[in-house]
């Protein structure tokens, strides 16, 4: 899990990697 507030492209979209870290605890 990401812990994370990093910034990166994912599928050419920048999100934070504390936002994918809440989707991966649902």
């Known amino acids: ?3 994370k507030t ?3 492209e994912h599928n050419g ?3 934070t990697l504390s936002e994918l ?3 991966q605890r649902i």
């Open 21 to 23: 870290s809440a989707l």
């Open 13 to 15: 979209v920048t999100v």
């Open 6 to 8: 990093e910034s990166f």
């Open 1 to 3: 899990m990401f812990l």
